[in-house]
């Protein structure tokens, strides 16, 4: 009979860049199962998928703005995973920030746009680091771990915003719960015409560059990803843990907040409950795909945008539920998570 | 008849020959004391016959009848019991559920009859516990006795016990002898396992060195004293070897001074640690592991801050900077653990820049070209077999260690803390990194060396310090030391 042990050993070099290809193929072929039994074509699904989105200029500029705050949260999630720091509470952060730009975009109504937009995001960052600062001063002081506690300031924050909203911020006149327009000047100028793309993307893109320079090429970026991968060996070797800890995960809420900024100031101009549909969450999904590296992530965050644009092809041409993209996400990232476990192991005949 | 007869027994670890040619014997009603230093092969003895290794030669034989012990299950099913360093309770369970874990036959037996049944065996073998205690509350000396009674709950008749006394305070160590000296008078046999001269003259009946993997000698306590024991514990051809005395020794530059280290309960880890190492001079600190060691290398390293005391360099105090500051103040570290030290998934050349990142930034930014020129210089001056973007945790250990080495010299300290620094490490990069520290004393660099290894102590210090339960029990030169002198020292008896 034969026999097979499997032991551990050192993943080759080239399953770095063949993982992300395999996993995305491992996950249609998965899908595809899920497709066949919704009695559809698969490779006519991942035609309306991931080829249709692309196919008219209106789809395209869509998927841009689907995938504009997924790109600012995955890199929050990625500064904070790489050092280590678990930062669940994006979606959190997230409204923090919308709030801020809420509150800005409905006050200021003489300033004209050139401060008011620099002063929205600046605000919203700040917001962002505040809901960020109880958990990561718990973890810091007293090793509370981060990821309930930022988890869990993202239940109180949709109370928060849920607070605002019936209370100080219901519109008087309709009672709807939303809270009072943005004055022209405030609101992120359009990117082009007849499309929804707006000022954000070119934020969102400003940080991935801004982040990638700083994780790779600042002494700080070198603490950071010492401190994520041996806490211990980063104490050794004289680097303040938690100062570095509580940078990352500020700037992580930070970065957070300017997501909600942008779906605010570019999308709806006033706060609403539904403002985010996970984007704190899904930005932990990019962040993984992406290995937590900026470009990988930017590349993840509008690979998820595309696929969340295309489930809705999907399910008007072929009847299939329009949760195939959430399931294809989350497939992807379990695959993606098993590989990279995998990768690590071999079989031997024995 | 022979409670345990071990015969001919080997057993090899990759080059490590761990038991050579090993006979060893209990009799029954019998406490029987394993001495010997680190290293010297007595807890793999006893694993392999508590079947948590397997021999590569050798027969066992249990109350006459040859055994083939593959498992604990089948060593407990043979009436072994071992107590080991490391306790296996579940903190959150009671006593009783403690003890009949893994040993209920598969029946579910209510709460009550679990604690009877406890209490039942805890009168019968006259070990006090409290079956409806919850395992956390209990100090360790409790703890303990409830593994003892956990191995006589599954009928053992010979009882394992790896350093029992390396985690309990003196009270309990008096109320540990106490209930063996009872349960030996009752029919039990038991295996003591130590490296405490004290101790296993107070208690044991007989005893058996060994040394380096082999038996040296074995004999009874009544036919033996401690400076005979500690000479066949740690004799060696090393102490024959006259050093000359050095011209390099200076003045006195980095002083310790009462340095205590409290753990919980209030217990002693270290217990006034003083010191003083002279510039151009090693001072070894030797000892078996498990004395303490560990924790003065995380207090000189500043992984640990002192419950009391001082660290001076140069009259300056560090006792309680940060790893980062302690280097800023001159003093060079090597990690205990190299793995632990540095950080694999980064860079030989990150790893080597991280101790003194401000070198290295320019303008607000890593300056990389910088980084790896030094980092290539550090290659070639350590021999190190690697390139500075090579991935850490792609090195070999002796590089790896190299690059230990390479980035506790690079600020040029005036001290240097080594700790193990050839641990794991192959003839050719222990030769290369011993060496090295030599050099580095001909260079005037104060050296604290903290090494389990008695040969490399012997080979390097100029002064040997031992330390024994948090204390240094005795500095002696080098030219002075002897087998006698260092093993009674050791074993806690000088």
């Given at each position: 009979?034969?026999?097979?042990?499997?032991?551990?050993?050192?993943?080759?070099?080239?399953t770095?860049?063949?993982?992300?290809i395999?996993?995305?193929?491992?996950?249609?072929?998965?899908?595809?199962?899920?497709?066949?039994?919704?009695?559809?074509?698969?490779?006519?699904?991942?035609?309306?998928?991931?080829?249709?989105?692309?196919?008219?200029?209106?789809?395209l500029?869509?998927?841009?703005?689907?995938?504009?705050?997924?790109?600012?949260?995955?890199?929050?999630?990625?500064?904070a995973?790489?050092?280590?720091?678990?930062?669940?509470?994006?979606?959190?952060?997230?409204?923090?920030?919308?709030?801020?730009?809420?509150?800005?975009?409905?006050?200021?109504?003489?300033?004209?746009?050139?401060?008011?937009?620099?002063?929205m995001?600046?605000?919203?960052?700040?917001?962002?680091?505040?809901?960020?600062?109880?958990?990561?001063?718990?973890?810091?002081?007293?090793?509370?771990?981060?990821?309930?506690?930022?988890?869990?300031?993202?239940?109180?924050?949709?109370?928060?915003?849920?607070?605002?909203?019936?209370?100080?911020w219901?519109?008087p006149?309709?009672?709807?719960?939303?809270?009072?327009?943005?004055?022209?000047?405030?609101?992120?100028?359009?990117?082009?015409?007849?499309?929804?793309?707006?000022?954000?993307?070119?934020?969102?893109?400003?940080?991935v560059?801004?982040?990638?320079?700083?994780?790779?090429?600042?002494?700080?970026?070198?603490?950071?990803?010492?401190?994520?991968?041996?806490?211990?060996?980063?104490?050794?070797?004289?680097?303040?843990?938690?100062?570095?800890?509580?940078?990352?995960?500020?700037?992580?809420?930070?970065?957070?907040?300017?997501?909600g900024?942008?779906?605010?100031?570019?999308?709806h101009?006033?706060?609403?409950?539904?403002?985010?549909?996970?984007?704190?969450?899904?930005?932990?999904?990019?962040?993984?795909?992406?290995?937590?590296?900026?470009?990988g992530?930017?590349?993840?965050?509008l690979?998820?945008?595309?696929?969340?644009?295309?489930?809705?092809?999907?399910?008007?041409?072929?009847?299939?539920?329009?949760?195939?993209?959430?399931?294809?996400?989350?497939?992807?990232?379990?695959?993606?998570?098993?590989?990279?476990?995998?990768q690590?192991?071999?079989?031997?005949?024995? | 008849?022979?409670?345990?007869?071990?015969?001919?027994?080997?057993k090899?670890?990759?080059l490590?020959?761990?038991?050579q040619d090993?006979?060893?014997?209990?009799?029954?009603?019998?406490?029987?004391?394993?001495?010997?230093?680190?290293?010297?092969g007595?807890?793999?003895?006893?694993?392999?016959?508590?079947?948590?290794?397997?021999?590569?030669?050798?027969?066992?034989?249990?109350?006459?009848?040859?055994?083939?012990?593959?498992?604990?299950?089948?060593?407990?099913?043979?009436?072994?019991?071992?107590?080991t360093?490391h306790?296996?309770?579940?903190?959150?369970?009671?006593?009783?559920?403690?003890?009949?874990l893994?040993?209920?036959?598969?029946?579910?037996?209510s709460?009550?009859?679990?604690?009877?049944?406890?209490?039942?065996a805890?009168?019968?073998?006259?070990?006090?516990?409290?079956?409806?205690?919850?395992?956390?509350?209990?100090?360790?000396?409790?703890?303990?006795?409830?593994?003892?009674?956990?191995?006589?709950?599954?009928?053992?008749?010979?009882?394992?016990?790896?350093?029992?006394?390396?985690?309990?305070?003196?009270?309990?160590?008096?109320?540990?002898?106490?209930?063996?000296?009872?349960?030996?008078k009752?029919?039990?046999?038991?295996?003591?396992?130590s490296?405490?001269?004290?101790?296993?003259?107070?208690?044991?009946?007989?005893?058996?060195?060994?040394?380096?993997?082999?038996?040296?000698?074995?004999?009874?306590?009544?036919?033996?004293?401690?400076?005979?024991?500690?000479?066949?514990?740690?004799?060696?051809?090393?102490?024959?070897?006259?050093?000359?005395?050095?011209?390099?020794?200076?003045k006195?530059?980095?002083?310790?001074?009462?340095?205590?280290?409290?753990g919980?309960?209030?217990?002693?880890?270290?217990?006034?640690?003083?010191?003083?190492?002279?510039?151009?001079?090693?001072?070894?600190?030797?000892?078996?592991?498990?004395?303490?060691?560990?924790e003065?290398?995380?207090?000189?390293?500043?992984?640990m801050?002192?419950?009391?005391?001082?660290?001076?360099?140069?009259?300056?105090?560090i006792?309680?900077?940060?790893?980062?500051?302690?280097?800023?103040?001159?003093?060079?570290?090597?990690?205990?653990?190299?793995?632990?030290?540095?950080?694999?998934?980064?860079?030989?050349?990150?790893?080597?820049?991280?101790?003194?990142?401000?070198?290295?930034?320019?303008?607000?930014?890593?300056?990389?070209?910088?980084?790896?020129?030094?980092?290539?210089?550090?290659?070639?001056?350590?021999?190190?077999?690697?390139?500075?973007?090579?991935?850490?945790?792609?090195?070999?250990?002796?590089?790896?260690?190299?690059?230990?080495?390479?980035?506790?010299?690079?600020?040029?300290?005036?001290?240097?803390?080594?700790?193990?620094?050839?641990?794991?490490?192959?003839?050719?990069?222990?030769?290369?990194?011993?060496?090295?520290?030599?050099?580095?004393?001909?260079?005037?660099?104060?050296?604290?060396?903290?090494?389990?290894?008695?040969?490399?102590v012997?080979?390097?210090?100029?002064?040997?310090?031992?330390?024994?339960?948090?204390?240094?029990?005795?500095?002696?030169?080098?030219?002075?030391?002897?087998?006698?002198?260092i093993?009674?020292l050791?074993?806690?008896?000088?």
């Amino acid at each position: 009979m034969v026999k097979f042990k499997i032991e551990r050993a050192a993943a080759p070099f080239w399953t770095k860049t063949l993982i992300p290809i395999v996993a995305v193929l491992v996950t249609f072929l998965i899908t595809s199962i899920l497709i066949v039994i919704a009695k559809a074509n698969p490779f006519a699904a991942y035609y309306h998928l991931l080829i249709e989105p692309l196919s008219s200029r209106f789809s395209l500029l869509e998927v841009l703005v689907k995938s504009t705050p997924l790109i600012l949260t995955g890199i929050a999630v990625a500064v904070a995973f790489t050092s280590g720091y678990f930062n669940i509470g994006a979606e959190g952060q997230l409204y923090a920030g919308a709030i801020a730009a809420a509150w800005v975009g409905s006050t200021f109504v003489n300033l004209p746009a050139i401060v008011v937009i620099p002063l929205m995001m600046v605000l919203g960052f700040l917001a962002g680091i505040v809901w960020a600062l109880i958990p990561a001063l718990l973890k810091i002081k007293l090793k509370v771990d981060e990821v309930v506690t930022t988890l869990l300031m993202n239940s109180i924050m949709v109370y928060v915003v849920s607070w605002l909203l019936n209370g100080i911020w219901r519109n008087p006149e309709t009672g709807a719960q939303q809270s009072p327009e943005f004055f022209e000047a405030a609101r992120y100028v359009k990117l082009a015409a007849r499309s929804r793309l707006h000022l954000g993307l070119i934020v969102a893109l400003v940080v991935v560059a801004i982040v990638y320079v700083l994780i790779k090429k600042t002494p700080l970026g070198l603490k950071m990803r010492a401190i994520g991968a041996s806490k211990v060996g980063a104490q050794f070797a004289g680097i303040n843990v938690n100062r570095t800890m509580l940078i990352a995960a500020l700037v992580s809420g930070g970065i957070a907040g300017l997501a909600g900024v942008g779906e605010i100031a570019g999308i709806h101009y006033h706060l609403i409950n539904e403002l985010s549909n996970g984007y704190g969450y899904t930005g932990i999904i990019a962040a993984t795909l992406g290995g937590l590296n900026p470009i990988g992530v930017l590349v993840a965050a509008l690979f998820i945008g595309l696929i969340g644009t295309g489930s809705l092809n999907v399910s008007m041409a072929l009847r299939v539920p329009v949760y195939l993209g959430d399931i294809v996400q989350s497939t992807l990232l379990l695959v993606t998570l098993a590989m990279l476990l995998l990768q690590n192991y071999r079989i031997k005949r024995i | 008849m022979l409670a345990v007869e071990m015969k001919g027994i080997n057993k090899t670890f990759g080059l490590v020959k761990a038991n050579q040619d090993v006979h060893f014997c209990l009799e029954q009603g019998e406490i029987h004391a394993l001495l010997g230093e680190n290293g010297a092969g007595k807890t793999t003895l006893m694993r392999i016959l508590y079947g948590l290794y397997k021999a590569d030669d050798g027969e066992i034989f249990i109350n006459g009848q040859k055994v083939a012990i593959s498992s604990p299950k089948e060593a407990i099913g043979a009436g072994v019991g071992m107590v080991t360093q490391h306790f296996t309770l579940v903190p959150t369970l009671t006593v009783a559920e403690n003890i009949v874990l893994g040993y209920t036959n598969g029946l579910l037996l209510s709460h009550k009859d679990i604690e009877k049944s406890v209490a039942d065996a805890s009168e019968k073998y006259g070990v006090d516990v409290d079956p409806s205690a919850i395992v956390k509350n209990l100090s360790v000396g409790e703890r303990q006795r409830v593994e003892i009674l956990k191995a006589l709950y599954r009928n053992a008749r010979i009882l394992i016990m790896d350093e029992p006394t390396a985690v309990l305070v003196p009270q309990e160590v008096d109320v540990l002898f106490e209930s063996l000296t009872r349960l030996v008078k009752a029919g039990l046999s038991v295996i003591f396992i130590s490296h405490k001269l004290i101790e296993v003259m107070a208690v044991c009946d007989r005893i058996t060195v060994l040394r380096d993997g082999k038996v040296t000698s074995t004999v009874k306590k009544s036919d033996t004293n401690q400076i005979e024991l500690a000479k066949m514990m740690v004799g060696r051809e090393t102490f024959g070897i006259k050093r000359q005395p050095s011209k390099t020794i200076g003045k006195a530059i980095y002083e310790l001074s009462g340095i205590t280290l409290e753990g919980k309960h209030g217990r002693k880890i270290l217990d006034g640690i003083s010191f003083s190492v002279a510039t151009g001079e090693i001072l070894g600190i030797a000892g078996v592991s498990g004395n303490g060691q560990g924790e003065l290398t995380h207090v000189l390293t500043g992984l640990m801050k002192p419950t009391s005391g001082s660290i001076k360099i140069e009259g300056k105090e560090i006792s309680h900077l940060s790893p980062g500051e302690i280097s800023d103040a001159g003093v060079g570290r090597t990690p205990e653990d190299r793995h632990e030290g540095t950080i694999g998934d980064l860079t030989v050349s990150e790893n080597l820049a991280l101790e003194n990142l401000a070198d290295f930034t320019k303008n607000g930014f890593v300056d990389q070209k910088k980084i790896n020129e030094s980092a290539k210089e550090k290659i070639k001056e350590f021999q190190i077999k690697a390139s500075p973007n090579d991935q850490l945790r792609k090195l070999s250990g002796g590089n790896m260690q190299k690059v230990v080495l390479a980035r506790a010299l690079s600020r040029k300290p005036k001290v240097l803390i080594a700790s193990q620094p050839t641990r794991g490490l192959d003839v050719g990069a222990t030769e290369y990194v011993r060496k090295r520290l030599l050099e580095e004393k001909e260079h005037g660099t104060a050296i604290v060396l903290l090494s389990e290894d008695l040969d490399e102590v012997l080979a390097l210090a100029d002064r040997i310090a031992v330390i024994y339960e948090g204390c240094i029990k005795g500095i002696v030169p080098a030219a002075e030391a002897t087998p006698e002198k260092i093993g009674l020292l050791m074993a806690g008896a000088g």
